[in-house]
């Protein structure tokens, strides 16, 4: 067995496992949105049991909740003039959303985007602080200006899988995104014309999904692995269109996740993804071209923001033992420090740190995951974990069904099978259409290695996923019968046919370049349908959904359960009220993580049987 034996990077580190009650996780502290002068920092957490805002001093004082209503909030941003948080919401937790705006003392509190069946997302805020940018999307894509105290709105763009990125300061000109997932491409609009122009040259391969004006409104910097196999930032310069775009920032050992600027447009923040998913953070300065290393307050980074005079950068930090939380870094001298004194307190110094494991598929394409063992010496019953997506990413963030897993003596695999993000162009798109069957066949590579290492015991290994991950705990279920004991799928399709016909138009359209068409490969897609071969499938399986789910509608699980059931399969179907796609509420969330819990480790728990 190939292990990696790199030390975590995290801030606390962790004991080793024992059999133990596991007290419930801490909560999450997430989506910092720093004001102007960086001052002070709104930021989401479900502390009181569902995503709110909660705004704090960065100097001193504990922080206090808004009142925003009961929904769960998903997306938060301070505007540049300081008059208004943007909230977006996920009523009922379904992937619908609504943006709504208030004070920051939490009054004027109203509703501005995402009306009936319109679903809004915001790009951010004009420099004056009155008007947003906002993407609502139904059947197709809308690009607006929405202004934040009046509500008024202006068209900017309409047209399929269309998102609006960013807005110049006098709205002449605004970037928007296109396409389909792993195929998006950029497109320059004249707000005055109509007349769109798509930035940076068909290469016939790769992605763009990120793209922000440069301060002067001549340029586009760009997020795009259409040039390299690992993503990178470019600069498209609007003046001159027939040249090339030129190179800013990459690495031929980790791809660009994410980057935000000051705005003033001089620093930007650039979140780097290593191999086997921990974080790097650097600021470049753009008119030097110098790149300086920053230290790294926890293992897995997101959400980096600048406030708006650039003399702060707020981020999240998470780490196996280290709950996500809001991070301060001083721009200046790179010295990161935690926004809520009390973040050692809420350390699991219980937990425990995975291994990164090597390993190879059956064709011989290069694969790896999170290794979590438990105490004492192997082989242990053991659980694979597979990640949504397919284009998410198994890392070493704070994963608290992970540890209870673990502490119940059940060792957990993580793998990042092909079509998993932070590989690369080529690896992230391997699954595409029937390259379904190869990352189905990795799960099951990922079985025999770990039998092979003396890590699980032949009869006692279990799946269990959930989104895309529930997807495939369905698939290898069905495709390679006798190999796992039991399974857990949580959110998963299991008809293709179904699954388009009753999902979100707009994620319908972006998901065909993924699955493919429904119509042209309805023979492709009907084979690859768990529910299709469902005969095969012998061995417990627990089901959980959302009830309120669009994205993957929970009838995806419901058929499933019906199927079983007429062939007295042992099953258990768990619905979840007041959920969506994502289980947003504490108690649900601990509910779906305590029931896979109890049925992995009684399934997987007795001796295997040796029948012939």
């Known amino acids: 067995m190939s292990v990696r034996t790199e030390s975590p990077r995290t801030i606390r580190r962790a004991r080793p496992a024992s059999h133990r009650p596991v007290a419930p996780p801490a909560g999450a502290d997430f989506a910092p949105a720093p004001s102007p002068d960086g001052r002070r920092v709104a930021f989401l957490s479900d502390r009181a049991g569902t995503p709110g805002v909660w705004v704090c001093d960065v100097d001193a004082g504990p922080p206090v909740a808004l009142p925003v209503g009961d929904e769960p909030v998903l997306a938060l941003s301070w505007s540049p003039d300081g008059q208004w948080l943007a909230c977006v919401v996920a009523p009922g937790g379904a992937p619908r959303t609504e ?52 509500g008024r709105r202006r068209v900017l763009a309409q047209g399929e899988l269309l998102t609006l990125l960013d807005v110049t300061p006098d709205a002449g000109l605004a970037l928007l995104r296109r396409g389909p997932r792993n195929a998006r491409w ?58 090339p775009p030129t190179r800013l920032a990459g690495r031929p050992d980790a791809e660009l996740e994410h980057v935000t600027f000051s705005a003033d447009g001089r620093r930007g923040a650039l979140l780097w993804n ?23 307050p926890g293992e897995v980074l997101g959400e980096a923001v600048f406030a708006a005079d650039g003399g702060l950068l707020c981020l999240t930090a998470q780490g196996p033992v280290q709950p996500r ?17 009390d973040t050692a307190a809420r350390a699991d110094e219980a937990g425990v740190a995975p291994q990164l494991v090597d390993l190879r598929a059956s064709d011989g394409l290069a694969l790896s995951g999170w290794l979590y063992r438990p105490s004492g010496p192997g082989p242990w019953p053991t659980a694979i974990s597979l990640h949504g997506g397919p284009e998410a990413q198994e890392r070493p963030g704070y994963n608290p069904l992970f540890q209870a897993l673990v502490a119940q003596g059940v060792a957990v695999f993580a793998p990042n099978v092909r079509g998993s993000s932070g590989f690369g162009r080529s690896f992230v798109t391997a699954d595409n259409l029937a390259g379904r069957y190869s990352a189905i066949a990795d799960v099951a590579a990922c079985a025999d290695f770990l039998v092979a290492a003396g890590v699980a015991r032949p009869g006692q290994l279990g799946c269990l996923g959930r989104s895309y991950g529930g997807y495939l705990v369905l698939a290898v279920l069905v495709n390679f019968p006798g190999l796992f004991a039991a399974g857990v799928a949580e959110c998963g399709i299991s008809d293709f046919r179904t699954f388009f016909a009753g999902t979100e138009s707009w994620i319908a359209a972006a998901a065909v370049s993924k699955y493919g068409d429904p119509r042209r490969d309805a023979d492709l897609l009907r084979d690859l349908s768990p529910l299709t071969h469902i005969d095969r499938l012998d061995v417990p399986v627990l089901l959980i959904h959302g009830a309120n789910d669009t994205n993957v509608p929970a009838g995806e699980s419901a058929q ?29 969330a601990e509910t779906a993580r305590t029931a896979t819990t109890a049925w992995l480790t009684r399934h997987l728990a007795a001796p295997a049987t040796v029948v012939g």
Do not use: I
């Open 560 to 588: 499933v359960a019906d199927a079983l059931a007429a062939r007295g399969v042992p099953h258990e179907h768990l619905l979840l009220a007041g959920e969506g796609h994502d289980f947003l509420g504490r108690a649900n």
């Open 325 to 341: 939380e809001v991070w301060l870094v001083d721009p200046q001298t790179g010295t990161p420090r935690p926004l809520r004194s």
């Open 99 to 150: 943006l709504w705006v208030l004070r920051p003392d939490g009054t004027r509190r109203h509703q501005v985007a995402g009306f009936g069946r319109r679903s809004a997302a915001l790009a951010g805020w004009l420099p004056d602080g009155a008007l947003m940018a906002v993407t609502e999307t139904d059947e197709h894509g809308q690009a607006l200006l929405v202004d934040a105290g009046t």
């Open 274 to 296: 290593t191999y086997g998913g921990r974080s790097e953070l650097s600021l470049l300065d753009f008119a030097s071209g110098v790149q300086r290393a920053v230290t790294a």
């Open 186 to 243: 950029l497109e320059l609009l004249d707000v005055a014309t109509g007349v769109r122009r798509r930035l940076l040259p068909d290469t016939g391969r790769g992605s763009t999904d990120q793209g922000w004006f440069g301060p002067d409104g001549t340029s586009v910097l760009a997020r795009t692995d259409a040039f390299s196999e690992l993503a990178a930032l470019v600069r498209v310069d609007l003046t001159r269109p027939e040249q």
